[in-house]
């Protein structure tokens, strides 16, 4: 007979098969909540960065290292939570960081030194918010679905935007009003009272822990086919690719793990420039702090959208096509920025936000399925953490650089030049790392299937 914890595990797997819904919905529920609440935690510092440069007179550069600090700490850790998450699992990886992010925003409202906010602002909340960002969810979301990874992905990274729109409209109010300590100490306990105990009860790995397999499957699907008797994955272009073990060392023998790589540099660090520096750019420009802070907030929530539609697109016509769409609003984004300085309409602002929200923020989620898509297997946490942290690199080098050149040249132009490059850059890298040469996704086979002569 099977011990105890064998019982326990096989009766939890049955209650789990028994719902009327796979459970990959609740994992993408949960992280939905999460991200929404965690994600934004961090992205407040747009909001902090303003008050704080007006009650300590520092340079906007150096503020801006902050966050630049704390992705510097997230790309060192990146690499151990992947190992963790591995060994251990979201159920104790995510409430770690939630709690360094919640007990971070409580110790900030002490700060009176730069070096006070390069501890807690950068070091605990913006380091620590990597366990339940993107890039934490992005280690253990994509084992539960792979025909609708894309979708599944831009649901639970829907959660950021919806958190957007109602978390930093509050908090803009709440620092104009009480301030921005208070501010935080809110938000401290909103994190730790909500998000470390949900994740705790509901938050799971992988489908094959709970008797269950990705996508919900109990057959094999619409993009298989059998030969000879043997069920045979038509996404499937490198076989050999796909058969490999994967390990670290393995992965970065290959040339398409370093393009890759220098994809995720360019495009987080055209995100994370513009996202660090738009709110105080905007006011500068001669739109009201309030107006300000909504873009912020609008940003996100056209990010609902863009990430549910990019990542659906990802899934029909390739991971390649849906990060040139991504990366395009980016670029568009940095040029709407330039003509704002000329003509700061509130109805430019708008189309702005469209852009980076609708289109930008929709590169989430082939950032998400395109490593999992290449390199899936057992060992795919420390993979895909030693990408990450290439690419939180990129992060940080965003807000400090287009900082430092705003203290040089007294405007951003340069800053928003280089950013625009660097999203040429990572569509031209991403192309070149092909990951459609290894696996195609389910609208690409589908395609291929209703092309095939009636003789085939």
Known sequence: MPGPAVTVGLMNSSQKRRLPFYYGWVVVAVA????????????AFSLLFPPILDEFGWSRGSLAATFSIGFMVSALITPLIGIMMDKHGPRLVLPIGAALVGTGLMLTTFAVLPWHFYLTLGVMVVGGSIFISYIGHTLFLPNWFIRRRGLALGLAFAGVGIGSVTIFPWMQHSIDTVGWRESCWVLAFIILLVLVPLNITFQRRRPEDMGLLPDGDKVPDATSERDNGE?????????DWVATDWTLAKAMRTRRFWWLMLSFICTLYAWYAVQVHQTRYLIDVGITAETAALALGLVGLAGVMGQIVVGHLSDRMGREWAYTLALLGFL??????????????????YLMIGLQGFLGYGVSTVFAATPADLFA????????????TAASAGAALGP??????????????????LAMVLCLLAIATMWIAAPRKVRLVQGQVRGQVRGRAPSD
């Not at 939905?32 to 992205?43: C, D, L, P, S, W």
Request: charged residues 15%; negative net charge.
């Open 332 to 349: 568009s984004t940095y040029g709407c920025l330039y003509l704002l300085r000329q003509w700061p309409e509130v109805w430019l602002m």
């Open 231 to 239: 069920v045979v994955d038509r996404t499937i272009v490198d076989k």
């Open 400 to 417: 400090w650089t287009t900082g430092i050149f705003f203290d040089i040249w007294g405007d951003y132009d340069l800053a928003f030049t």
């Open 32 to 43: 939905f909540i999460t991200m929404g609440v965690g994600v934004n935690a961090r992205t």
């Open 377 to 388: 297997g057992k060992h795919y946490g420390a993979i895909f953490g030693v990408l990450a």
